[in-house]
């Protein structure tokens, strides 16, 4: 039968699995369970909205069986299952933007640590197994086909039979080496726990033969193996259970089988809100940028579920632009199942959600910042940029929300600080809130503009994003405390100082003023004695609404 190879990507990728070094080789259950639920959830959302399709509790699970002499572990599934060219692309080639992250993101990390902790589906599987097989049957299909490989060198497909719809996927364990053991994975106890430790959720039953030891019927103290068919997983969605019996090891687990993000988030946000409106949720703050974040193709959205069914991927409608980067999923008792994109933009109960949603997030935040202010600047260097676009954006709409999460770079703490705190620290002679725009902290320090403020005893707040400036002209003041550059003309403060004297230096330097302005004629507005300099000659300031800075962003920006 003919061999056909895996696309260069993928190829790649599984080399990296079948040589992984790393430790917790374990998660290819994890990921092959959650494929496995994934499938049934599709079936069931399909019996949900076709008549024609009766979903029988009873008959979706999750099996898996070892057979210790062959080495063989299999996973089979009653979900949806995959057609042939379904097996040829879903398995064939890594188009799942899972994988593409995670070989984004090792190019400059560790890839085992990567592979390890957070998986990469199906291919996982080849950390431990030579051999993978998958017979599917899919949906409203008369046949059913074997997919077959050994990794490297690419997969077979060809027609086989199978009774019911779903998959059944096989691995042949490998053989144990001198420092690797692989046996593990054919051991009830090891498998039992892998299963509890990462699958505990999941919704649908997986069942496993278990061996119990019991006393023998009739006897007293002689003892028989018995087998039976147990569930494993406690089934209750991580979502509703309490707060309480959580660990923040389940919420982490719980992000990376959910794949919201390779890295570990900085905080979850645990939501179960019972009243007019009856919603759960669990999101997530991550720590690292997606590697498309700020490119167009990042698609901001929480999972939506209806009464634990899952219903929408990516519901846009739940988070503002200006908190895309948080992940999770909310799940409503109040939603319907048939419900279309359309119809879902105009539910009063989803608005309901993705206010209340909004509200929790920015608190939450704020909690952050004010408590684990470590984490709360690792959080901001990744996303500060987004609030402050949301500062800026839809005419500052959102800024009362944002306000208070903003940072930026302060001359006197040489660190981070909010605004909050800067107008806390500010002297009772000073009325505004002072920055200065430049491409680096050292270009601004070395600024002639912010001598005099700095002199005065003043903090100027370093503004080093090009959209800085735009966010805070959108503020315009904070608390009150007006925002004021260093290079605007008027900085309110110079005037007590040596006003008599500038005023005669400016008469005594006419002509030369006159003759400068002369030259520069097309560049300047006007030449003029300034009040604030102390060892620079020379400074430029603007007296207009645009800085110098600003006019620059906009001078570069598209007609
Ligand atoms: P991901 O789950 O992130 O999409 P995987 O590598 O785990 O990536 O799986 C790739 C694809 O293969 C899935 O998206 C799904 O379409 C398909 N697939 C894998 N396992 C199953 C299964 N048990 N039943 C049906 N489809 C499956
Ligand atoms: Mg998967």
């Not at 054919?186 to 019991?214: C, G, H, Q, W």
């Not at 600047?377 to 005419?395: D, H, I, N, T």
């Amino acid at each position: 039968m003919e061999k056909t190879q895996f696309k260069a990507e993928s190829k790649r990728l599984l080399d990296m699995m079948i040589n992984s070094i790393y430790s917790q080789k374990e998660i290819f259950l994890r990921e092959l369970i959650s494929n496995a639920s994934d499938a049934i959830d599709k079936i069931y959302y399909e019996a949900l909205t076709d008549d024609s399709l009766r979903f029988d509790q009873d008959s979706y699970f999750i099996k898996v069986a070892t057979d210790k002499e062959n080495r063989t572990l299999k996973i089979s599934d009653t979900g949806i299952g995959m057609t042939k060219e379904e097996l040829e692309t879903n398995l064939g080639t890594i188009a799942n933007s899972g994988s593409l992250a995670f070989k984004t993101e090792n190019e400059s990390k560790d890839g085992h640590d990567i592979i390890g902790q957070f998986g990469v589906g199906f291919y996982s599987s080849f950390m431990v197994a030579d051999v993978l097989t998958v017979i599917s049957k899919a949906l409203g299909s008369d046949s059913a086909y074997k997919w077959e490989s050994t990794g490297a060198d690419g997969y077979t497909i060809e027609p086989y039979e199978k009774d019911v719809v779903g998959t059944e996927i096989t691995l042949k364990i490998k053989e144990n080496t001198e420092d690797e053991n692989y046996d593990e994975y054919l051991e009830e106890y090891r498998l039992k726990a892998i299963i509890k430790k990462y699958s505990d959720f999941i919704r649908y039953p997986i069942k496993m033969d278990v061996t119990e030891n019991r006393p023998k019927e009739g006897s007293e103290d002689e003892y028989e193996d018995f087998q039976e068919e147990q569930t494993i997983n406690s089934m209750v969605p991580i979502w509703r259970k309490n707060k309480s019996e959580l660990t923040p090891e389940d919420y982490d687990n719980f992000y990376a089988e959910k794949r919201y993000g390779f890295d570990k988030p900085i905080k979850h946000i645990h939501i179960n809100v019972d009243g007019a409106i009856r919603y759960s949720a669990i999101l997530f703050i991550p720590e690292n940028i997606p590697f498309d974040y700020y490119s167009k193709e990042y698609e901001k959205g929480l999972e939506l579920y209806s009464n634990g069914v899952l219903i929408m991927d990516k519901c846009s409608d739940l988070l503002p632009d200006h908190f895309s980067f948080v992940k999770g999923m909310v799940d409503s008792e109040d939603l319907s199942l048939n419900i279309s994109r359309e119809i879902l933009q105009h539910d009063r109960q989803l608005k309901l959600i993705a206010k209340n949603i909004n509200k929790k997030i920015k608190s939450e935040l704020q909690s952050l910042l004010k408590d684990e202010r470590e984490k709360y600047e690792a959080f901001y260097k990744s996303f500060g940029r987004q609030l402050k676009y949301g500062v800026y954006s839809e005419f500052g709409a959102h800024k009362e929300v944002l306000q208070d999460l903003l940072m930026f770079y302060s001359s006197k703490e040489k660190k981070l600080v909010s605004l909050d705190e800067y107008i806390s620290r500010m002297p009772e002679d000073q009325t505004y809130i002072y920055y200065a725009s430049g491409e680096s902290h050292e270009r601004i320090e070395k600024l002639p503009q912010t001598e005099l403020v700095s002199e005065k005893g003043y903090e100027i707040l370093y503004f080093t994003d090009e959209i800085d400036e735009f966010a805070i002209r959108m503020l315009m003041a904070y608390k009150e405390k007006e925002f004021k550059s260093v290079s605007s003309g008027d900085l309110g403060i110079e005037a007590e100082e040596n006003q008599n004297n500038t005023d005669s230096e400016e008469s005594e330097n006419k002509d030369l003023f006159d003759y400068m302005k002369n030259i520069l004629s097309d560049k300047v507005k006007d030449v003029r004695v300034s009040k604030r300099l102390k060892s620079h000659p020379v400074c430029l300031s603007t007296d207009g609404e645009v800085t110098i800075e600003m006019e620059k962003v906009l001078n570069a920006m598209p007609d």
